[in-house]
């Protein structure tokens, strides 16, 4: 090999190696470079929320505009993909909040996202880490003005403030008997909570059945069996796929003034023979069986997976757990158990007796309250069953003939 042709070699080498580790570089870069994988708008009469799922965390700047009325977010160190083109296509017309979307480059380092506003609204925006099946999300909840809704009938956007606020505590009423007998000097006045919505699914079937969907359908169906008594009142935390967090359906129920409340869910375990129906009540000291502790566990997650803002949030779940009242548990578990003893009528029980674990939705102070396991969605057979009307009914039936004798034994009605 001549010189020349050594040289030549050689250099040739070294750009390769160059261009190797440039490659290696960029790369890493990309990496580390935030993708949007995903975006999700959950309209509702409460309140509007966009969901956007990234492989990174996102840093954002946000701000108004007036003439019209927008809310302007600039997402930084991004760039536009075709899953952020796709924002404005996702919005509906009926949306009560956004009139219109809009997306585009910036710069070359900011994608700005513009959402025009129907009537005035607030923005609070925060993010999420990764957790279950989510990876990390900027969440952007759009309220409707204070003034616009402070409706005594359903408190639910004023709670939604207040928690905001973090004043969701010192707004609600004071804890005081309730005026006259239920059912007799006033309405008897039933909470139903269909669990999870919007963000957060639920368990989901093996056949793409979801919690949500299916609870709000049982719930719906118990609501009416109520409210044709006349001496009962049914109100609901949620009546359309929204999310609301845990304490906010705790606040409805004392700020609403509920002789009951009662959450109704459809379990799901990693052993998919499970099956059977279910109730659970709170318990002070801990869990009374591993299930039990397992299922709180989920459940409570429901905050996290729905998406909460945690800060400034000065709840202490220790202080809410001093305030129950041991009379108060024990009319749960009563309660519970006509309510165990209907669903045996209609499904097999889990277990034939009420279970007790920490449910933070079960934490009203002085409300009697249960969460209904209606059956195993993770269950092939119980899934099936609970997608159809006749169990749906029988469901709702079941847990109505518990309240009505719980109460007929408490001389209420």
Excluded: C
């Excluded at 870069?29 to 492989?55: C, D, F, H, K, N």
């Excluded at 796709?86 to 959402?115: C, H, M, W, Y």
């Excluded at 923005?123 to 990876?135: D, G, N, Q, Y």
């Excluded at 039936?397 to 408490?410: P, V």
């Amino acid at each position: 090999m001549s010189y020349s042709n050594h040289n030549l070699t050689r250099r040739r080498l070294l750009q390769s190696a160059a261009a190797t580790w440039l490659l290696s570089v960029s790369g890493i870069g990309m990496a580390a470079t935030a993708q949007v994988i995903a975006v999700r708008v959950w309209p509702s009469s409460s309140y509007t929320r966009v969901t956007l799922e990234s492989s990174q965390p996102l840093k954002y700047k946000q701000f108004t505009l007036s003439n019209p009325s927008r809310i302007v977010v600039d997402i930084e160190d991004i760039h536009l993909n075709g899953v952020l083109k796709n924002i404005p296509s996702q919005f509906q017309q009926n949306d009560p909040l956004i009139k219109e979307a809009r997306i585009g480059q910036f710069d070359k380092s900011t994608v700005r996202l513009v959402l025009e506003l129907k009537q005035g609204a607030s923005a609070k925006l925060f993010t999420l880490s990764p957790v279950a099946e989510f990876k990390h999300r900027l969440v952007v909840d759009l309220y409707p003005d204070v003034g616009r809704y402070d409706n005594e009938e359903d408190p639910l956007l004023a709670l939604l403030e207040d928690y905001n606020k973090g004043d969701l505590e010192r707004t609600l009423p004071a804890e005081a008997p309730k005026a006259g007998k239920a059912g007799r000097d006033r309405p008897l006045v039933i909470m139903l909570d269909p669990g999870h919505g919007g963000e957060d699914p639920g368990a989901v079937g093996k056949n793409r059945t979801r919690e949500k969907d299916i609870v709000l359908q049982i719930a719906r169906r118990l609501r009416t069996l109520i409210d044709r008594e006349s001496n009962m009142k049914a109100y609901m935390t949620r009546n359309e796929d929204v999310f609301i967090p845990l304490r906010v359906r705790v606040a409805k129920a004392r700020k609403q003034r509920a002789d009951l409340f009662i959450s109704i869910h459809a379990d799901a375990f990693t052993n998919r023979a499970a099956r059977g129906s279910s109730v659970f009540a709170l318990s002070k000291k801990g869990a009374t069986s591993t299930a039990a502790r397992f299922l709180a566990q989920t459940q409570n997650e429901s905050d996290l997976i729905g998406g909460v803002s945690m800060s400034g949030d000065r709840y202490l779940d220790h202080t809410m757990f001093d305030l129950v009242q041991t009379v108060t548990i024990s009319d749960s578990l009563k309660f519970g158990k006509e309510i165990l003893t209907r669903l045996g009528k209609v499904n097999r029980l889990h277990k034939n007796r009420v279970d007790q674990a920490g449910f933070a939705v079960l934490k009203a102070p002085d409300i009697p309250s249960v969460l209904v396991e209606t059956a195993f969605i993770s269950n092939l057979d119980e899934e099936r069953k609970l997608r159809t009307s006749k169990f749906q009914q029988q469901i709702a039936e079941s847990i109505f003939a518990g309240i009505k004798t719980y109460f007929d034994s408490q001389s209420l009605l």
